[in-house]
């Protein structure tokens, strides 16, 4: 499979800050990439940089084979809404929809209409009074409706309401069937997202944490609980992504294989352990502190 | 529908596979396809597609170029050799054990299997 994105030990800094610092991955085309991350690890960064609206401070991003800054053919095959896209003060929802095919080559109108009815954007509010679900339904619309081989979408889902959050799920998947495409999503409502993904990038502080075919990914972390003493000596020395102990009691994520002997003797031992969900491990490798962090809320209850 | 216990390519060929061994599909009908897999269980079409192809290698499904994804003649057999293995593992290893902390003997399992089985 030829990738339709491949990102190139890139490297950002604002001044003094490493906004990225030599990140590397490749999605792979037609694949839904979650981009996933906390808050400051670098997603619209990354984003900004792949959709040709910023330029790496060392390394390279190929979009379809090219750089896509200031490359004006590569540029109209990406679509990326930014999550905090400002629009001229007196439009309202229909002066966009007019000038969107414009940037879009691909745009499909029947997509358009079907999105803002399921939305149930005001058509006649000015844009500046909108929500923020509204102005994250406009987002949406822009983005699957520009049919666009190469779709971004930052942050999809703020301010949205369930019933959206599901039509988006179902257009997305929909309209893809008839135009697949590569697309790239952010966001950090994992658990709700994660059957969505064939690919995950999982960024912390700037560099990337994970990066796979989410099954792969998956594949070998788990989480762990049962007393201090039984998960310690599972453990060993090996290392652990996130640790939280309250009293005698600790779980932990952690990311090796483990053998059947490491399962016979946690049977025995009463710990109980489970396969970590996606959600399970950003949360982990965003956890900085994989020390034991005892939680001192309950004793001052 | 899909969250945690495995792979989700591996949870939706499962999925089918319990499928056909219901009968929900016979031997020789055809089955969705991965883009109507992929939105009525909102997953990637490419898992979908990873699924299927699991099926197609077991020899459960086969394609017929331009129509779809049919169930294999024998799939059945082939879906009940494949998973009776498994059901040692999966099911009477779990059920021994938590027998064994309840302290429930063999006679009193029995006896409770043949109970479900009046059902």
């Excluded at chain 1, 499979?1 to 792979?28: C, K, Q, W």
Aim: proline residues 4%; hydrophobic residues 40%.
């Amino acid at each position: 499979m030829t990738n339709a994105i491949e990102v190139h030990s890139v490297t950002r800094t604002y001044g003094r800050v490493r906004a990225l610092d030599t990140v590397s991955f490749a999605v792979p085309e037609h694949s839904i990439l979650g981009l996933l991350g906390r808050n400051g690890s670098g997603k619209t960064t990354i984003m900004s940089i792949i959709a040709g609206q910023d330029r790496p401070s060392s390394g390279q991003v190929d979009v379809l084979g090219h750089t896509p800054f200031e490359h004006a053919p590569t540029l109209a095959q990406i679509s990326y809404v930014r999550d905090n896209q400002r629009y001229p003060d007196d439009y309202r929802l229909h002066h966009v929809l007019r000038i969107a095919p414009d940037f879009a080559p691909n745009w499909n109108c029947d997509v358009a209409e079907e999105l803002t009815d399921g939305f149930r954007i005001p058509a006649k509010t000015p844009i500046k009074k909108l929500s923020r679900g509204q102005l994250s339904s406009i987002a949406i619309v822009l983005g699957l409706a520009s049919r666009a081989p190469i779709t971004l979408l930052d942050e999809p889902y703020l301010g949205l309401d369930v019933t959206a959050r599901a039509l988006f799920h179902r257009m997305l998947l929909h309209d893809y069937g008839q135009h697949p495409r590569t697309i790239v999503l952010s966001t950090h409502l994992i658990e709700e997202s994660a059957s969505l993904f064939d690919r995950v990038v999982i960024l912390e502080q700037g560099g990337v944490a994970m990066n796979g075919d989410q099954d792969d990914v998956l594949a070998s972390a788990w989480v762990m609980s049962g007393t201090k003493d039984a998960v310690a000596e599972l453990v060993a020395d090996r290392p652990v992504l996130q640790r939280n102990t309250v009293g005698g009691l600790t779980s932990i994520t952690a990311d090796f294989a483990l053998d059947d002997a490491t399962r016979i003797r946690a049977r025995d031992l009463r710990v109980q352990f489970a396969p970590a969900s996606l959600q399970d491990l950003v949360a982990a490798y965003g956890s900085s502190d994989t020390d034991s962090t005892d939680v001192k809320v309950a004793e001052r209850a | 529908m899909f969250t945690g216990g495995g792979p989700i390519y591996q949870q939706l060929a499962d999925h089918i596979a319990e499928d056909i061994m219901a009968g929900t599909y016979s031997e020789e009908s055809s089955v969705p396809s991965t883009n109507e897999y992929a939105v009525f269980y909102q997953i990637s079409p490419i898992t979908a597609t990873k699924s299927v192809n699991l099926l197609v290698e077991q020899g459960v499904l086969y394609k017929k170029r331009g129509i779809g994804m049919f169930v294999a003649t024998g799939a059945r057999d082939r879906l009940h050799k494949l998973r009776r293995s498994e059901f040692r593992k999966e099911y009477v290893a779990p059920l021994v054990h938590e027998a064994r902390l309840l302290e429930i003997n063999r006679r009193q399992l029995a006896e409770m299997i043949d109970q479900e089985n009046k059902k």
